[in-house]
């Protein structure tokens, strides 16, 4: 499974890496989400769609 | 003088609806989603689905103002409320760091330790009402913590919140002069604290942060911080307080959804977020177009101010299964009760602490607790939605 995120559109509400905090980090350099683990690990597929589920500005894809 | 011009405005077009309740405002809020190119009697454009706002907001020519008025009471521009573009983002860059997860969670003793000290004034009672004895003063002692502002000046910060967030006034000039006028307390307030502290050795606040923190390489200046921190005062308390109330009067009223979170507290997270969605407490913003524009084939003329209802993206059933239900476990729950965009709420964390963490040691006082017998919970939702009176009956142990 992938996860990617749409920096464009995310605004830093950083609920993804308080649900999934193994698969998503915030940049320091512009606050939005960057994504730690690529391909998301199985323990974590579950966190990382219940993440992207939640995102307020949709911003985050799954594949796989 | 018409009836209309002479009276407070409508808050919300929901309001204007027949299945309008003030109890139960979901259902009006589900209907006007749902609603064609809404507008208020006006002509005001309203945005209340969830794909047209997510599309609306994104838009660059959708402001936060005209540039001219300024939300409730200010003289200048909020920061960052009502700024736009590059000059909104510098600023944005600057304050976002110090309100991510992370930061605020160092917050998270002085939470626990305010909400117990002010729940010691009443466990001993039976009963309580929860409004004034905890919702409205718990975020005030938070903000003043979090500022380093002396504890004696509690009462001039809720008097100022109820000032310009429920003004007074038979019409909308009166209350917007009374909002001015509060307005104008507050920012001599900080002005004059602001000038005492450049005076005083360093401490470890929010202030001092802002006296060291640089914009592209510059300082702020007194009247940035004047600005930040007004804005903070009217963004940070009354919503964390209607929040919490709309909360504790929910569990109040649901005794087996309040022990199920009590009894596995990793429930509690997600179950404040439903009800974020579910009673979206601050119920809708503004926008200002700026250049004619299309969203989703609908136009939007240049110059237009519009109502964006978050209430109602929040119970869009396009959007969310079954909106009109709690579903404390739900999964799918993009909401946007802290907005979205670029003005998405810069304390949302914060707010999201102090509500999940004054309910845990709330609960942990009182686990038992229900509507006092006889009595029923009020609701407002003028401005930000709150149980406005939430008189509560418990055991005491």
């Known amino acids: ?64 | 003088m018409t009836a209309e011009s002479a009276a407070p405005p409508v808050f919300c077009a929901a309001h204007l609806l027949d299945s309008w309740d003030e109890r139960h405002p979901q259902r009006a809020f589900a209907e006007l989603a749902a609603q064609t190119a809404p507008s208020r009697p006006d002509g005001t454009p309203v945005v209340a689905g969830r794909e047209e706002l997510a599309e609306f907001l994104r838009h660059p020519a959708v402001h936060a103002t005209d540039g001219v008025h300024f939300n409730l009471g200010a003289q200048r521009p909020l920061i960052p409320l009502d700024l736009d573009g590059d000059v909104h983002r510098r600023y944005r860059k600057l304050l976002d760091p110090l309100f991510t997860p992370k930061q605020v969670a160092r917050l998270e003793p002085m939470i626990r330790a305010r909400t117990d000290a002010l729940i010691d004034g009443f466990a001993g009672h039976g009963e309580a009402e929860l409004m004034s004895a905890l919702c409205a003063p718990l975020p005030t002692h938070l903000f003043i913590d979090l500022l380093g502002l002396p504890l004696e000046d509690l009462p001039f910060f809720l008097d100022f919140k109820e000032a310009v967030v429920r003004p007074q006034g038979d019409t909308v000039e009166d209350q917007q002069q009374n909002m001015r006028v509060a307005g104008e307390r507050m920012y001599d307030y900080l002005v004059t604290t602001l000038h005492e502290r450049r005076t005083r050795p360093a401490t470890d606040d929010l202030i001092a942060g802002f006296l060291v923190a640089e914009v592209e390489g510059e300082r702020l200046t007194d009247t940035e911080i004047v600005d930040i921190c007004y804005l903070l005062v009217i963004a940070g308390l009354d919503t964390v307080t209607c929040s919490l109330s709309c909360i504790l009067a929910w569990f109040a009223e649901h005794p087996d959804e309040r022990r199920r979170v009590i009894a596995d507290p990793s429930l509690l997270g997600p179950a404040i977020e439903e009800l974020m969605r579910f009673e979206s407490p601050v119920p809708l913003g503004h926008r200002w177009v700026a250049e004619d524009i299309e969203i989703a084939g609908r136009r939007f003329a240049a110059g237009s101010t519009v109502e964006v209802v978050w209430a109602a993206a929040n119970v869009d059933e396009q959007a969310h299964a079954d909106p009109l239900t709690m579903q404390p476990a739900r999964q799918r729950n993009a909401h946007v009760a802290f907005a979205a965009g670029p003005h998405r709420c810069l304390g949302s964390n914060l707010a999201r602490l102090e509500l999940r963490v004054a309910v845990e040691q709330f609960h942990r006082r009182i686990p038992e607790y229900e509507v006092a017998a006889g009595q029923s919970v009020t609701y407002l939702n003028y401005g930000v939605r709150a149980a406005v009176h939430l008189p509560i009956a418990f055991p005491v142990t």
């Not at chain 1, 890496?17 to 690529?38: K, M, N, S, W």
């Not at chain 1, 597929?45 to 949709?58: K, L, M, N, T, V």
């Open chain 1, 1 to 64: 499974m992938r996860v990617s995120v749409n920096r464009e559109h995310c605004q830093g509400h950083a609920q993804c890496l308080v649900i999934a905090p193994d698969v998503f980090d915030l940049d320091d350099a512009d606050g939005r989400a960057t994504v730690l683990a690529d391909p998301v690990p199985a323990t974590a597929a579950d966190s990382a769609r219940d993440a992207a589920d939640r995102c307020p500005e949709q911003a985050i894809s799954v594949s796989g």
